[in-house]
């Protein structure tokens, strides 16, 4: 399942930052969630609880920050962002294209000032750690 490899890799991000950093027991930690990576949060939040259990982030209260998705026209140079509703209102078929070709995401969206379809995502389909509140080491 993709999010446990994502809950994965936020742990070992988590523990990294920790360790350089001398950190103790985290806290608190905040991870942006690009809309276009399609994560199902509860799951996510699940994941982390139970594979976080004997690391550092063990108990750690996980703050989700939706980040709404940024496209850009290669044609007009226009930018705008994609709306929650509109990614959460895509079909199975259209999420599952997403899912399996990000690239699909060109023909979900198309321009809404010259109507092509020759886009890039500029953000929203990563996930990142972006804040993290951590007990001090004391040793
Ligand atoms: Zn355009």
């Not at 199902?40 to 594979?51: K, N, P, T, W, Y």
């Amino acid at each position: 399942m993709h999010e446990t490899s994502i809950a994965a890799g936020i742990i070992s991000i988590v523990e990294e930052a920790a360790s350089r950093e001398g950190l103790g027991n985290v806290l608190e930690v905040e991870v942006e969630v690009g809309l276009l990576s399609l994560v199902d949060l509860e799951s996510l939040r699940f994941a982390l609880e139970v594979m976080s259990q004997g690391t550092l982030l063990e108990g750690a209260k996980v703050i989700f920050r939706v980040v709404e998705p940024m496209l850009r026209c290669n044609k007009c140079k226009a930018e705008w962002s994609v709306k929650r509703e509109a990614v959460e209102g895509l079909d199975e078929a259209s999420r599952l294209a997403l899912h399996l070709y990000p690239e699909a995401v060109t023909r979900l969206f198309k321009c809404p000032k010259c109507g092509s379809m020759e886009t890039e995502v500029v953000k929203g389909r990563d996930i990142r750690v972006s804040r993290l509140r951590a007990e001090e080491k004391n040793s």
